[in-house]
T-cell receptor
């Protein structure tokens, strides 16, 4: 009964490909987030959705497009993958913005 | 968001209390202090948060100075499993509030 789950756990792909990462939470939270953690371990927020509505959209390239089909799911689609997109992507959910529950991460490697 | 300052690393002997300091001298009146940790390769984990009173839960205690410009996270009996990077974050509570992760303190618990 994992609270926040992500698929896949690992993703290895070629430059230029399009890929999606999925996130699901069973906590009943209204808000979900995507974070990126780069090779230097800096963790930065990318997007947040509250009840399927985009709330936070940091300066992320247009190649990244989040989609929230319902408040329990937040997916991240990445077009035209670049080497610099290699990172660990974390999904999180919360009922209050400061108390977030994170998923296990998706390790993306672009070759 | 207010900025926080933490020592880059600390060591603690197993079984002893680990006291992790954080400076947040520019904190606003309505901002909370949150603590998270990230154990190697895992998603960040919420530990505790507070506004101005000291707080305690099953994981840790949070001591906030009266002027709110600094705080200390206390792990009363550190174990090897507490080895992680600990992040002190200051944030508001509005829907658009976000957690800004800094570089944190790398706590190494040793035998």
């Amino acid at each position: 009964d994992t609270a926040v789950s992500q698929t896949p756990k690992y993703l290895v792909t070629q430059m230029g490909n399009d890929k999606s990462i999925k996130c699901e939470q069973n906590l009943g939270h209204d808000t979900m987030y995507w974070y990126k953690q780069d090779s230097k371990k800096f963790l930065k927020i990318m997007f947040s959705y509250n009840n399927k509505e985009l709330i936070i959209n940091e300066t992320v390239p247009n190649r990244f497009s989040p989609k929230s089909p319902d408040k329990a799911h937040l997916n991240l689609h990445i077009n035209s993958l670049e080497l610099g997109d290699s990172a660990v992507y974390f999904c999180a959910s919360s009922q209050e913005p400061g108390t977030q529950y994170f998923g296990p991460g998706t390790r993306l490697l672009v070759l | 968001d207010a900025k926080t300052t933490q020592p880059p690393s600390m060591d603690c002997a197993e079984g002893r209390a680990a006291n992790l300091p954080c400076n947040h001298s520019t904190i606003s009146g309505n901002e909370y202090v949150y603590w998270y940790r990230q154990i190697h390769s895992q998603g960040p984990q919420y530990i505790i948060h507070g506004l101005k009173n000291n707080e305690t839960n099953e994981m840790a205690s949070l001591i906030i100075t009266e002027d709110r410009k600094s705080s200390t996270l206390i792990l009363p009996h550190a174990t090897l499993r507490d080895t992680a990077v600990y992040y002190c974050i200051v944030s508001g509570t509005g829907t658009a509030s976000k957690l800004t992760f800094g570089t944190g303190t790398r706590l190494q618990v040793t035998l």
